[in-house]
């Protein structure tokens, strides 16, 4: 295929996924605007109150970069693992199959769609927080990088997700027993300097601490970890999951027998 | 010209199962080719194959000159597919399907939304264009997947099973629109169960038996080895007993229906004279199964396994 053929059929599959996540708005988007403004009401606003000050900000700062964070890693996961399943279980993975569609451009395709999606949400959560919080960005280069970066990699994690399930409890398993329980040991709600030295060292291989303080170093300017170290970890991360995801899309692993 | 070509094509499952224990067989260009076999026989597997959904073990195929090993994406460009299943995305548009199916090809928006009208024209599915696929019936569903496959416009169109649960009224429109399609010179490939369906649109055709081809000939050949066929009396009155007529094997399957097997190339006129000298009147006359069913059957039963593996 030519470039401008390439383009086009990349563009096809992101059209799709975008089309897909806004019909289906009130399963995609209304959700996390409903669930993180009762954790800012509730977190932020009733709790944080009685907390106090963390990291040098109200609580309610301090919380939002993370939430924000948050709802973008489930929101980009989300989306490609339910909508790479989906083609597969509708069996409409076919018509891509049959295509002359390289297998990069099927990857790169979904993972844009997963990252639409979650970029989208993660724009909807920050402008819900404007109405609980004042936020500036400290640097903004950092945030985007940041967001853009976990946005992939958890795009990624879903499609690896989604290759190798065959039913539906196998694409809810990985987010509700590993993802959510790393995100909120990943230093969303506190800081990672408030625990004990051993279990400080424990957090340091969460990766979603990178994620999170990246991202609240670019909103604040204040992170628990050395933002280099962040930057390139989710970096390293989302290349050795795109290689990994890459091969499985070659060999054939799910799709093709 | 050669529209497909394939050698010696062999395809183990995990777990040892042989789908295909090397298959060889060639379509000419502008072909109406038939493969044909039972549950199981091949047939899916073969097409998976040369369609790029399923891997090959080994062996080689070839579309439009194109090797399927070496220039993967123009094979895929040839080929149209049809499969047994319904595969899209049942909450999609109808029109979306067709242009977001030709997107994949590389075919920009604008071009890709005038073929889709053009299709879903001709296929009588242009008025439910904005309606999501899982509200069309059976036979608008298969419509759809046709529209489909040939947005891209392929060399060769492969369909797998097109008229499966199709009732008889569509199954006709089919075949009219595909045989339309053949004569403007796409190469057409089709499995079916409906042996009618082969004999009446296909050129060439090919059996499939436990991963091998048993039969790979025209229609027209195969039907001249059936050496005998089975003809149907419908009587006016009952009889208690089949009359003798000449060398032909008559037996009475109930009181008011004969069954007479008549070599092939022999004038059934005697029958009927010796029926009218017995003042036996004869209602009706019928084949007592397709032809190329007969055929099939005693194709596919001398293939049975533990008789030649």
């Known amino acids: ?3 401008y053929q390439l383009w086009v059929a990349f563009g096809t599959i992101v059209v799709k996924e975008v089309r897909r996540f806004l019909r289906i708005w009130p399963q995609t988007l209304l959700p996390p605007a409903i669930t993180m403004t009762l954790y800012f009401v509730i977190f932020g606003n009733l709790i944080g109150r009685r907390i106090g000050e963390m990291g040098g ?8 970069p993370g939430l924000i964070m948050m709802s973008v890693i489930q929101n980009s996961y989300g989306n490609v693992v339910s909508s790479f399943f989906g083609t597969k279980f509708q069996h409409s993975i076919e018509e891509m199959l049959v295509s002359p569609m390289p297998n990069l451009v099927i990857l790169l395709g ?9 970029l989208c949400v993660g724009l909807i959560v920050s402008l819900l927080a404007l109405f609980f919080t004042s936020l500036h960005m400290e640097h903004a280069w950092i945030t985007v990088l940041v967001v853009v970066l976990t946005s992939a990699l958890f795009s990624i994690g879903g499609f690896i997700n989604a290759i190798f399930a065959s039913k539906f409890d196998d694409i809810a398993i990985v987010p509700t027993f590993i993802l959510t329980p790393l995100t909120y040991l990943g ?3 506190y800081s990672i300097d408030m625990l004990s030295d051993f279990w400080r060292g424990v957090s340091m291989l969460n990766p979603i601490v990178y994620m999170v303080n990246g991202f609240r170093y670019g909103v604040l300017g204040v992170s628990d970890v050395n933002v ?3 930057l390139v970890t989710i970096a390293l991360m989302t290349l050795a999951l795109f290689c990994y995801a890459w091969w499985l899309l070659h060999r054939g692993v799910g799709i093709r027998q | 010209m050669t529209a497909l070509s394939i050698d010696n094509l062999r395809k183990t499952y995990k777990g040892g199962v042989q789908a295909l224990r090397g298959i060889s067989l060639e379509v000419e260009k502008g072909d109406f080719f038939a493969l044909l076999g039972p549950n199981g026989a091949g047939k899916s597997t073969a097409i998976g194959i040369i369609c790029s959904l399923v891997n090959k ?6 579309v439009a000159g194109y090797c399927l090993d070496r220039e993967r994406a123009q094979v895929r460009r040839q080929i149209g597919l049809v499969p047994q299943e319904f595969n899209f995305n049942q909450f999609e548009k109808v029109f979306d399907i067709l242009v977001t199916q030709a997107g994949f090809y590389g075919i920009p928006a604008w071009i890709a939304r005038e073929r889709a009208e053009h299709y879903l024209r001709r296929l009588g599915l242009w008025e439910k264009r904005d309606n999501a696929a899982r509200t069309l019936s059976g036979g608008m569903k298969r419509r759809l997947m046709i529209a489909r496959a040939l947005v891209h416009e392929p060399e060769v169109l492969i369909l797998d099973e097109p008229t499966a649960g199709v009732d008889i009224e569509l199954r006709r429109s089919m075949w009219e629109f595909l045989s339309e399609l053949n004569r403007r010179g796409k190469t057409i490939i089709l499995t079916t169960h409906y042996l009618e369906e082969a004999e009446s649109l296909c050129r060439g055709i090919a059996i499939i038996d436990h991963g091998v081809i048993v039969e790979n000939t025209n229609v027209r050949a195969l039907l001249e080895k059936l050496q005998v066929e089975t003809l149907v009396l419908d009587l006016a009155q009952p009889l208690s007993q089949a009359p003798e007529i000449g060398e032909f094997s008559i037996h009475l399957r109930d009181p008011r229906t004969l069954e007479v097997e008549v070599p092939r190339g022999t004038p059934i006129n005697e029958i009927f004279l010796e029926l009218a ?10 084949n007592k199964t397709n032809r190329l069913e007969e055929l099939f059957m005693r194709l596919v039963e001398q293939n049975l396994p533990g008789e030649q593996y």
Request: net charge positive.
């Open chain 2, 57 to 62: 073990t080994s062996g080689q195929v070839k």
């Open chain 1, 187 to 189: 230093g969303v709600f």
């Open chain 1, 110 to 118: 979904f993972i844009a769609g997963g990252m639409a999606r979650g």
């Open chain 1, 57 to 64: 900000f109200d609580y309610m700062q301090y919380i939002v």
């Open chain 1, 1 to 3: 295929m030519s470039w």
């Open chain 1, 228 to 230: 280099a170290a962040s």
């Open chain 2, 277 to 286: 000298r017995h003042e036996i009147p004869v209602m009706s006359l019928r």
